[in-house]
């Protein structure tokens, strides 16, 4: 049997944040891979991206909080 995917979905919250003069908006958390996807808005363009949770601001860490 393979393990159960546990993801978290946040893309009704507004957990919004700046890194590298981009602003991302946090969509999900995989917590078997610990991956968080996000949306990268570069100007107009809207990109969709994943990005390990250890690179997130310790603010951010702290609105996921996986179990």
Do not use: C, T, Y
Request: proline share 3%; no cysteine.
């Amino acid at each position: 049997m393979g393990k159960k995917k546990q993801s978290l979905d946040f893309s009704d919250q507004e957990i919004v944040f700046k890194m590298k003069e981009q602003k991302m908006k946090v969509l999900s958390l995989n917590q078997n891979s610990m991956d968080v996807e996000v949306i990268i808005f570069e100007g107009e363009k809207k990109k969709v991206s994943k990005m390990a949770f250890a690179h997130l601001p310790k603010d951010i860490k702290k609105l996921l909080r996986p179990l």
